[in-house]
């Protein structure tokens, strides 16, 4: 055993002991991310490295204090990427802080989320022991998917240590198209295209001084993608332009994004089909209607809330300057805080682990 992976178990065991919170960090980059940070720094950077990558295979092995730039410049040398561009939001994200936040970007919705590329992993619980779920292949059925249970879960089940990802070629095809439309006709054209076969990959909605703009971005054969330029119409963008902008909504720093002025950035989560909802201020739609963002004052956080949840979906407070925000994750329902609550038990016992930082009780 490496170094530095066992004196990282050596600490989890010691702070179980004098159940100590640690709080699991890897470049730091999403502590805006959840609900509260607490307890003793535990640095994951030293783990560092591609373990194992074999093109042919698609499955890449890296330890999860990996800077996720280095694991996607490692990616592209081979012409491949992982397909749910996963946002950075600062240069030190790590591969763990990835699965971790189970966050994913504009391709989301064409492409799956983190979890759906999670073949395995290892991890520390909250007894200290390293523990191995899933494997190195794609067609792994044994047991629980106890892998994909981890992304998303904020680091309050254990602490990453190596990951196992499958990834994908990088299409040869791509094209970017614009259309002036309203928001109500931005969602209906997109609901349509999503029946239709068609390289759909990512879009993007949003109003400027009045005027609504959809982006659609497509990815395939090229074939294919010419021929859905041709059949979708709208304007053409230079690629020169399209990349940059679909980098910068991955990072949140599109001119939209940076202009919060003292107000809360909330994300819905909604149904595809969901219609134009009732918010303070036109959204921008990304994931083809299926995620929208809102910048609102913290008297308006409710009607936000309640807009979500009315039309099936939740919402999330998901920056804010207020140091005193609370419940920024829509509660869980009775039975599924019950169902979390055994799970962070049987993984950490003590509750040392990230206490807070997804829900309160966790």
Same mark, same amino acid.
């Given at each position: 055993?490496?170094?530095?992976?066992?004196?990282?178990?050596?600490?989890?065991?010691?702070?179980?002991?004098?159940?100590?919170?640690?709080?699991?960090?890897?470049?730091?980059?999403?502590?805006?991310?959840?609900?509260?940070?607490?307890?003793?720094?535990?640095?994951?950077?030293?783990?560092?490295?591609?373990?194992?990558?074999?093109?042919?295979?698609?499955?890449?092995?890296?330890?999860?204090?990996?800077?996720?730039?280095?694991?996607?410049?490692?990616?592209?040398?081979?012409?491949?990427?992982?397909?749910?561009?996963?946002?950075?939001?600062?240069?030190?994200?790590?591969?763990?802080?990835?699965?971790?936040?189970?966050?994913?970007?504009?391709?989301?919705?064409?492409?799956?989320?983190?979890?759906?590329?999670?073949?395995?992993?290892?991890?520390?619980?909250?007894?200290?022991?390293?523990?191995?779920?899933?494997?190195?292949?794609?067609?792994?059925?044994?047991?629980?998917?106890?892998?994909?249970?981890?992304?998303?879960?904020?680091?309050?089940?254990?602490?990453?240590?190596?990951?196992?990802?499958?990834?994908?070629?990088?299409?040869?095809?791509?094209?970017?198209?614009?259309?002036?439309?309203?928001? #109500? !006709?931005?969602? &209906?054209?997109?609901? @349509?295209? $999503? +029946?239709?076969?068609?390289?759909?990959?990512? /879009? =993007?909605?949003? *109003?400027?001084?009045?005027?609504?703009?959809?982006?659609?971005?497509?990815?395939?054969?090229?074939?294919?993608?010419?021929?859905?330029?041709?059949?979708?119409?709208?304007?053409?963008?230079?690629?020169?332009?399209?990349?940059?902008?679909?980098?910068?909504?991955?990072?949140?720093?599109?001119?939209?994004?940076?202009?919060?002025?003292?107000?809360?950035?909330?994300?819905?989560?909604?149904?595809?089909?969901?219609?134009?909802?009732?918010?303070?201020?036109?959204?921008?739609?990304?994931?083809?209607?299926?995620?929208?963002?809102?910048?609102?004052?913290?008297?308006?956080? #409710? !009607?936000?809330? &309640?807009?979500?949840? @009315?039309? $099936? +979906?939740?919402?999330?407070?998901?920056?804010? /300057? =207020?140091?005193? *925000?609370?419940?920024?994750?829509?509660?869980?329902?009775?039975?599924?805080?019950?169902?979390?609550?055994?799970?962070?038990?049987?993984?950490?016992?003590?509750?040392?682990?990230?206490?807070?930082?997804?829900?309160?009780?966790?």
């Amino acid at each position: 055993m490496e170094p530095a992976l066992a004196n990282l178990i050596a600490r989890v065991r010691t702070a179980a002991q004098e159940r100590r919170p640690l709080r699991i960090r890897g470049g730091g980059s999403k502590d805006f991310y959840g609900e509260r940070l607490e307890g003793e720094l535990l640095d994951t950077r030293e783990l560092r490295g591609v373990v194992n990558y074999e093109p042919s295979e698609l499955v890449v092995t890296v330890r999860a204090g990996t800077p996720l730039a280095e694991l996607e410049q490692v990616l592209a040398g081979a012409g491949q990427s992982l397909p749910f561009e996963p946002p950075h939001f600062g240069p030190g994200a790590t591969v763990g802080g990835m699965v971790a936040a189970g966050l994913s970007g504009p391709a989301r919705a064409s492409v799956g989320a983190v979890r759906d590329y999670v073949l395995g992993l290892n991890l520390v619980n909250g007894r200290g022991e390293h523990l191995v779920f899933g494997g190195q292949v794609m067609k792994n059925v044994a047991g629980y998917d106890v892998s994909r249970l981890m992304a998303g879960a904020m680091g309050t089940l254990g602490l990453l240590t190596e990951l196992s990802l499958k990834v994908l070629p990088v299409p040869p095809g791509e094209a970017t198209l614009r259309f002036e439309l309203s928001q #109500a !006709q931005a969602l &209906e054209r997109l609901n @349509a295209w $999503g +029946g239709q076969p068609l390289p759909l990959n990512a /879009s =993007r909605w949003s *109003a400027e001084g009045g005027a609504g703009t959809l982006f659609l971005r497509l990815r395939g054969a090229v074939a294919a993608v010419d021929a859905a330029c041709r059949t979708l119409g709208g304007e053409r963008v230079d690629a020169a332009q399209a990349t940059p902008d679909w980098l910068a909504c991955r990072e949140q720093r599109l001119p939209w994004f940076t202009t919060l002025e003292g107000r809360d950035l909330w994300r819905l989560s909604v149904p595809q089909t969901a219609p134009v909802l009732d918010l303070p201020e036109a959204p921008c739609v990304e994931w083809h209607g299926a995620q929208r963002w809102v910048r609102v004052t913290p008297e308006q956080g #409710a !009607q936000v809330r &309640e807009a979500a949840l @009315a039309v $099936g +979906g939740h919402a999330t407070l998901f920056r804010t /300057s =207020r140091a005193d *925000a609370t419940h920024r994750l829509t509660p869980l329902a009775p039975a599924l805080a019950t169902l979390h609550e055994r799970l962070k038990r049987q993984f950490d016992p003590a509750g040392i682990f990230n206490r807070g930082r997804l829900y309160a009780q966790l």
